[in-house]
């Protein structure tokens, strides 16, 4: 069965870093997204991604965050200057339309 | 507006047993409802969904529940196994578009 791939599974940064994580979609998917799981809490929507452009994006998205579709295959998150709040597990999935394939997500830690 | 609530947080139920979880949303421009089931390290997985214009959806063990009306659906688990035990969430989509809004998740554990 087609998996959505995440890199790193664990990413320990520094407060005020930038980070980047990488997920490689279904093949075939034309939708991309991010969400994010603080411990414990429900999972929120970051981003969605359509056609190389930003189609729709949450509140939570600002202007530290930022997304790349660099090479037709991985599609990347970049959090440009990391705070102790960033610090969740982060989804990356893709879908035809509905019916989203999650990956198993990067836990980011950010001390 | 762009709340789903679910109930409840937790759940316990003997081998056998039937797990029912709620949700309830107030806003009627969402047209689909899907649930998912996250074991622990593992991304959440489509499990079922349902659009309004259905009552009930089944599929195998799983059934959804909707109530256009009252604005509540909900998913019964028959014959829960202890390898049923993990996260569930309900989301909902609004008409025309795909991000999902989640629920807080309820934290099942079947009971052998």
């Known amino acids: 069965e087609p998996e959505v791939t995440q890199t790193p599974s664990h990413q320990v940064t520094q407060m005020g870093q930038e980070v980047i994580l990488r997920c490689v979609p279904i093949s075939n998917h034309l939708y991309f997204y991010w969400y994010r799981q603080i411990l414990g809490q429900k999972v929120e929507f970051l981003v969605s991604f359509y056609n190389n452009e930003i189609s729709e994006k949450s509140e939570i998205f600002d202007d530290q965050f930022s997304v790349e579709r660099p090479d037709g295959s991985n599609f990347t998150l970049k959090i440009r200057s990391t705070k102790l709040e960033d610090s969740a597990m982060y989804f990356c999935a893709s879908s035809e339309w509905e019916g989203y394939t999650f990956g198993s997500g990067t836990r980011l830690t950010v001390v | 507006q762009q709340q789903v609530k679910q109930s409840p947080q937790s759940l316990i139920v003997q081998k056998g047993g039937i797990s029912i979880i709620n949700c309830a949303y107030e806003n009627t421009a969402f047209d689909y409802f899907p649930w998912y089931q996250q074991f622990p390290g593992k991304g959440p997985a489509l499990l079922i969904a349902?659009?309004?214009?259905?009552s009930e959806k089944k599929e195998g063990r799983f059934t959804i529940s909707f109530n256009k009306s009252a604005k509540q659906f909900s998913l019964h688990i028959m014959d829960s196994q202890p390898g049923d035990s993990a996260t569930y969430f309900c989301a909902a989509s609004l008409a025309g578009a795909n991000n999902l809004f989640f629920g807080t998740g309820t934290r099942l554990t079947v009971i052998p």
């Open positions: 349902i659009r309004p214009d259905v």
